[in-house]
Structures are given as C-alpha cells and as structure tokens.
C-alpha cells in the first residue's frame, strides 16, 4: 500500500473514533440533563436545613418580595450566597430546591 493510501486510512480511521468518542460524549451529556423540571427537589422534599433555608430566604426572596424594606432603610441586600459543608449534607440538594421554586428564575444556559 502506498504511504498516501495509509495516510488517507489512517485520517479516516481518526475521523470515525472521533465521531464515535463525540456521539458517545453528546449521549453522555443528554443522559444527565433534566429535562422534566417536576423531578427536581423542592423545599418540602428537603428534610431539615431549617436554618439554611431561612439564611436563603432572607438572601434571595425578601429582597425579590419586599423590595421597600431597601429602598426605606439602609439595609442591603446580600451580593452572595455560599453553601458550604461536608459532601451529602444537603448544600446541592437546597440549592436546587431554591432555583426550581417558582420564586426565584434561573437564567438559560
């Protein structure tokens, strides 16, 4: 075979592992997206996290809800939230919670 010959194989060999390697990581992708906003946690699904629930509340629904205390005070509204704590203990779980309540939206990404 001619060094052409291989060359052009050996392109259209890479060529198809690509395709393939894409398909799979599009799959891979699509299989973790949740396209069903119903199965996503709510507040009442999450037991517990009392405190953290009200920490968010007061950081990203009262300034939403009651956007007068601000403007008559001079109270600021929070610039951040974090969520910090041992994996498992609910940090991801509450922050889904929150973005899927109809309270506050999310941007589309």
Do not use: H
Not at 4 to 23: G, T
Not at 82 to 100: K, N, Q, R, W
């Amino acid at each position: 075979m001619s060094p052409s010959l291989e060359s052009n194989n050996s392109s259209r060999k890479k060529d198809e592992e690509l395709d393939n390697f894409a398909a799979s990581r599009r799959q891979a992708i699509e299989s973790t997206i949740l396209s069903n906003v119903e199965e996503l946690p709510k507040f009442s699904d999450i037991a517990g996290l009392t405190e953290a629930k009200s920490a968010l509340f007061e950081a990203l629904v009262d300034p939403i809800q009651y956007p007068e205390w601000f403007e008559s005070s001079d109270l600021k509204p929070w610039k951040a939230v974090l969520l910090y704590g041992p994996p498992g203990t609910g940090e991801f779980s509450i922050s889904v919670a929150m973005f899927s309540s109809s309270l506050i939206s999310t941007p589309s990404v």
